[in-house]
């Protein structure tokens, strides 16, 4: 969606190292390419699938060359193990999703995608899916040909992805879109440009996931454009931390604009919670919060008014555990701005760094977190009067409900 080239974040970049979980069991001996015939049958099984159907892949890479779609209600689609079943898409002729799905009630479980021209795994204007023990990666590593998401649901609801891993996407390893009611939790990402990004969604819980190695770890946000402008998002339990990769994204893509990066950003979104997350060594900052504006250096006019919905909107930070971080920027305008209000090689910038921008009226950022430093930037008068006081943020907001998913869901 490209739409979303609107102005973002701040970022790090540094940690490569080997992702984990990338690789499953090799290709049975003399396999060259795509195997027709278990694609042919796999194929057919899901054209012929009825309510209720479940599809059992075994152990083994799988070669195919065209993606899978799924248009029937109901079925569940299970391997033998994350790292046992892998299909992989490297042949694949066109640039489209390794799956698509447009089919309410799917299950998709215990299997690996990898190598998918497109997003590995699509899920467009479906309810009440579950992605689980799924992992999407490419084994090249980080490069922009790769596709844009690992696990890409967009205008979905009541969507449950757990222990899942992404890695390598070029765009987002975990990405929710125009969704509501969706829970991410105990999944890891590394190595992609974003780790999870959730945007213009509502009623959203990120939960007890790793983000590390990627540009920016765990991103939140609205866009100018958007018919549904997100809320209600919380981010708990999270460990985020080293997310100092250079940002690899295709230039003409929607986080092509996020520098190297943040821990945890927010950015234009509002009703926000982040908290119990354990953030470390994200060498701009470990949190962000910032406007459309905001990008790594001034991206608006001296002065310039946001406008309403422009600026974070009831940003509630409380109980995390900060580790470092801020040594590093990846901006001119924050380095300069480390380097004037917080010494050179060993000064760092605070945990929280915000722009400055603001909504007319104001809208509230609270932080309630023991030995935390707060940077308000002053980006939308060019750094010039940055401010650490803490007592503009010293409130509390009321806190929002846990996602519930219904039964069955």
Known sequence: MRSLAVALFCFL????????????????PGATGPETAFQKHLEEQLLNARAGTVIEIPAGTHELDRALSVRTG???????GIDRTVLSFKH???????????????????????D??????????????????????????????????????????????????????????????????????????????????????VGIDVDGNTATGNSGGIVVFNTRDATQPGDAVRVFGNQVFKNNLGNFAPTDTTLAAVPAGCGVVVNAASEVEIFNNDLAHNQTANVVISAYFFRTDPGA??????????????????????????????????????QAKFGGPGGHLPDIVWDGYRDAPPQRICIRNERVAVLDAD??????????AMAPFRCELPKLPPVVLPAGA
């Open 13 to 28: 970049c540094v940690l490569t190292g080997a992702c984990g979980r990338r690789g499953g069991e090799p290709a049975a």
């Open 74 to 80: 109901g079925v569940t689609l299970r391997g033998a």
């Open 92 to 114: 694949a002729s066109s640039a489209t999703a390794g799956i698509l799905v447009g089919a309410d009630g799917f299950t998709i479980e215990s299997l690996a995608i990898e």
């Open 116 to 201: 998918s021209k497109g997003d590995a795994l699509a899920v467009r204007d479906a309810d009440h899916l579950t992605a689980r023990a799924v992992r999407a990666s490419w084994t090249g590593g980080p490069q922009p040909g790769n596709g844009a998401a690992g696990i890409h649901v967009q205008g979905a609801h009541h969507v449950l992805i757990e222990d899942c891993a992404a890695y390598a996407a070029s765009n987002a390893g975990i990405y929710v879109e125009r969704s509501r009611n969706v829970i991410v939790r105990h999944c890891e990402v590394e190595e992609n440009v974003a780790g999870i990004a959730i945007a213009n969604s």
């Open 301 to 338: 006019p001296a002065g310039a008014a946001v406008g309403q919905g422009a600026a974070p909107n009831a940003v509630y930070v409380y109980g995390n555990r900060f580790v470092g971080g801020g040594n590093a920027p990846d901006s001119a305008a924050l380095k300069a701005l480390k």
């Open 379 to 388: 980006a939308p008068h060019s750094f010039s009067a940055p401010s650490t």
